[in-house]
Each structure stands twice: as structure tokens, then as C-alpha cells.
């Protein structure tokens, strides 16, 4: 049997994982930005920690969960969604002790048993953020911005959130009622799954994806009417401090997200093309109550707020709209010595640049220099550095801009500065150094 990836994994290489860093990097300056910070937990946690949190109406309980018993004959669960497993881990050392709101991101694999397709694997990596503690819409429409400054800093142009309330409890159990009286006649010939769903908890036929459901469900009630004062109210100062923001928005009736531990305000980003094409999802998140009492935490500051991504989902529609062209990949220089004499020196030269902070890749067994050159190019260096016998002799090497093609003799002495203004250059290409510059490397 040839060895393979397992289906819905794959391996991470070249390019794409320069692109998933990139992605990270971004959405993890974003959040920092915010004022959150960074949060761990297990891939690995007791079952019960996904199935008391997420809820046994979700179909991430009921059939993508991998789960399995140890050798302590203990149910664990591989990490299927990441609010679960923060919540946990807030109860757990009493972060909630600190000052409130806790503001955390978090970026790390999770599972889930579903059919692969573009941009969705069962082996997936989740960005996401959560702010727990407090209870204001404030916070809601700041995670909603938060989300979409991420977004935008990634390139995305034409944004559009879509929002709903799902209204407190005392809402949300009219609406239950008002669903099961609507579709307990015409569920017979809707699917297995909204068969289900109409006993453990009819909002999620909402969410249903078989397309004659989806016309059935077209009739059905809709939750804004019958919101409470209080879940009207707050739904709408959400909507305020969006509009104050900028921020564009449609009401969804139907957005019901997946999970049972949300509540109130609910949202999606979805990205437009030019053409008016909705390319679905990108991230969904929303309000939450009731998690960290399940996990032994105290009622009181039992409120939250957070979105996740898929990693891969946004990497793909990245991807498809050239968007990750300018992704920096590759080596800034690399280092061609010419000759076998000179590679010890090279070695020794290249290690003073990478202390400057460039990176530098070089052959330890020199070849013909077309050769090289090639493997410069393919390597994505910006410039390659020729270091040859006689120049090394007179304390000199080449500096070539593999782009430009233009190669100039530089002093090693002064190659620090060199270097320092040739980045400087492609950084901004605009800039004209020279005399009567004023930049930091012309200056100086």
C-alpha cells in the first residue's frame, strides 16, 4: 500500500505555506491590535468538554466529531471547534479572575469527519477570537469590525456582514415552539437530518442545506418576531454602532449559525465579487451565553463574543483571485561562490548577513554559475551575490538584482549598507535616493 495522506488532509508546501503564514501573521497583528492576546489548548480534550458546550442538536456533535476512547478506556475528542476548549481552559485556571473582558485569539488545527471539498479538509486550522466577561453590544460590534479589519488588511475589497438575533431564552423557546407547530406537518418529506433536528432543536432546519428544505423553510416564522424588548433593543445598538462604523450589513433571517451556545447577535462575513458574486463565508461567529457555567465558572460574567475562520477556506479564495501574488516567498539573497576555494569565506560571509536580518541561501558545492543563477531564480531571491577569487582578494563582491539584472561591485565592508538600501529601494520603488535624499540609508 503506497503511503499516502489520509483523505481530507494534506500536506502544506512551497508557496502555500509561505501563504498560510502570511495569512496568520495578519490575522494575529489584527487581533493584537484589538488588545487580544494569544491562547493554546489541547488539541486533545475529554469528549464531554465539545459535547455539553457545542450541544447535541449540532451537527458538529451528532456526526463530524472524531472521537475515540484512550487506554484509560476514556472518551477523548479531537478538537472539532476552538470556543469549547477556551472556555474550558478559563474555568480551568480561573482566568476569570482577571480584569474583564478576557480578550484571547487562538490559531491551531482542529477535526472534523465531513465531506472534503475546496478549501474544507477534516484536518483544518481555525483563527478565531473570543472576549468573554461582558455583556454589551459594544463588544459585539467590536469583534464584528475586528473580523473585518482582518479581512480587509488581507486584500478582501467588497465585504458584506450579515446579521441576526437569535434573542434570549425566553425568545428563543417561543420560537422553538413556533417552528415545531410549522414544520411537524411538512417534515415527513424533508430530510433524515431536519427529522432530527425538529426534536432536538428546530432552528437548525434553518440551516439546512438540501435545496428543497431550504423552500420549505421559506415559509417558516422568523425569529424577529418574536424577539423580546430587550433582544430587539440590543440588536438594534448593534446595528447603530455599525452604521456609525461604516460597516455595510444585511439582516438574515435564516442565520442561525451552527452551534446551540449561541445567542442574541449573530453574524457572517461574506466576500462580493466585482461581478455581485457571493462567494459565501468567510468567518461566522457571534454572541454566546451559559459556557463557562457549564464548565463550573461563575454565572455572573457568564456572557462572550467570538468568530472563527478556516484557514484553508480563506487561503483558497486568496489563491483563486491572485491575491497572494505579492506574498513574500523565497530568500532575499543568494550566495554564489565561485570556485571551491572560496566557500569557507562565503560561508563566513553569509552568516554576517543573516545577522543583518536577511535571508540568505547558498550551495555548499559550487557549480557553473548559469547553473546557479537558475537555482537563484527558482529559489525567489531578490539578488544573488557573486562571490568570486580576485574579488574576494581585493575585499569586493558582486551584488546583482535578479529582477533589474543590474550587478554592481560592492565593498564586503560597506555591503551592510549596500544591502540596507538596495531593500530600501524595492520596498519603496518610487523613492528617488541619491544626493539631496533625506532617507535614513542616503543620510547616513
Known amino acids: 500500500m503506497p503511503y499516502i ?53 449540532s451537527d458538529v456533535v451528532r456526526k463530524e466529531m472524531y472521537t475515540f476512547k484512550d487506554k484509560g478506556d476514556r472518551s477523548v475528542t479531537l478538537r472539532p471547534e476552538g470556543t469549547a476548549g477556551v472556555m474550558r481552559s478559563i474555568v480551568t485556571n480561573k482566568l476569570y479572575v482577571n480584569d474583564l473582558p478576557l480578550k484571547l485569539y487562538y490559531a491551531g488545527p482542529s477535526f472534523r469527519y465531513e465531506r472534503p471539498q475546496q478549501g474544507r479538509y477534516r484536518q483544518f486550522c481555525q483563527l478565531g477570537v473570543e472576549a468573554v466577561g461582558v455583556n454589551d453590544p459594544h463588544l459585539d460590534a467590536e469583534a464584528i469590525c475586528l473580523a473585518m479589519t482582518v479581512l480587509k488588511m488581507l486584500g478582501f475589497e467588497n465585504l458584506k456582514v450579515k446579521l441576526n438575533s437569535l434573542g434570549d431564552a425566553s425568545s428563543r423557546a417561543a420560537y422553538k415552539d413556533a417552528l415545531r407547530a410549522y414544520f411537524a406537518p411538512r417534515v415527513e418529506s424533508m430530510c433524515e437530518d431536519c427529522k432530527q433536528r425538529l426534536l432536538l432543536n428546530p432552528m437548525r432546519i434553518l440551516d439546512c442545506k438540501v435545496e428543497a428544505d431550504q423552500e420549505i423553510a421559506k415559509g417558516a416564522p422568523k425569529m424577529k418576531d418574536f424577539l423580546s424588548e430587550e433582544s430587539e433593543q440590543r440588536l438594534y445598538k448593534t446595528i447603530s454602532l455599525l452604521n456609525e462604523m461604516g460597516v455595510e450589513y444585511e439582516l438574515d433571517d435564516t442565520l442561525v449559525r451552527g452551534l446551540d451556545y449561541y445567542a442574541e447577535v449573530v453574524f457572517e462575513v461574506h466576500a462580493i465579487s466585482k461581478e455581485g458574486k ?6 461566522g461567529g457571534g454572541h454566546y451565553e451559559g459556557l463557562l457555567e457549564t464548565f463550573g465558572g461563575p454565572k455572573d460574567i457568564d456572557y462572550g463574543v467570538g468568530f472563527g475562520m478556516g484557514l484553508e477556506r480563506i487561503y483558497s479564495l486568496m489563491a483563486d483571485n491572485k491575491m497572494l501574488d505579492d506574498v513574500k516567498s523565497g530568500v532575499d539573497i543568494y550566495a554564489m561562490p565561485v570556485g571551491a576555494e572560496v566557500v569557507d569565506d562565503a560561508f563566513s560571509l553569509v552568516e554576517q548577513i543573516r545577522a543583518l536580518g536577511y535571508s540568505v541561501e547558498m550551495p555548499f558545492v559550487p557549480s557553473k554559475l548559469g547553473s546557479m543563477f537558475k537555482k537563484a531564480e527558482r529559489s525567489g531571491a531578490k539578488f544573488a551575490l ?20 543590474e550587478q554592481k561591485e560592492v565593498a564586503i565592508e560597506t555591503l551592510d549598507e549596500t544591502l540596507d538600501a538596495e531593500f530600501e529601494k524595492l520596498e519603496n520603488p518610487e523613492h528617488e535616493h541619491g544626493e539631496g535624499c533625506t532617507c535614513g540609508h542616503c543620510h547616513d
Do not use: W
Request: glycine share 10%; charged share 25%; hydrophobic share 35%.
Open 386 to 405: 557573486i562571490i568570486g577569487p580576485e574579488e574576494l582578494a581585493r575585499g569586493m563582491v558582486n551584488l546583482k538584482n535578479l529582477d533589474s539584472k
Open 5 to 57: 495522506a489520509v483523505k481530507g488532509t494534506h500536506d502544506v508546501l512551497g508557496k502555500e505555506a509561505q501563504a498560510y503564514r502570511y495569512i496568520t501573521d495578519v490575522f494575529k497583528a489584527v487581533c493584537e491590535l484589538y488588545g487580544y492576546g494569544p491562547i493554546e489548548t489541547p488539541i486533545l480534550e475529554y469528549t464531554e468538554v465539545f459535547d455539553r458546550a457545542t450541544g447535541e442538536s
Open 278 to 283: 457571493d462567494y459565501g463565508a468567510l468567518l
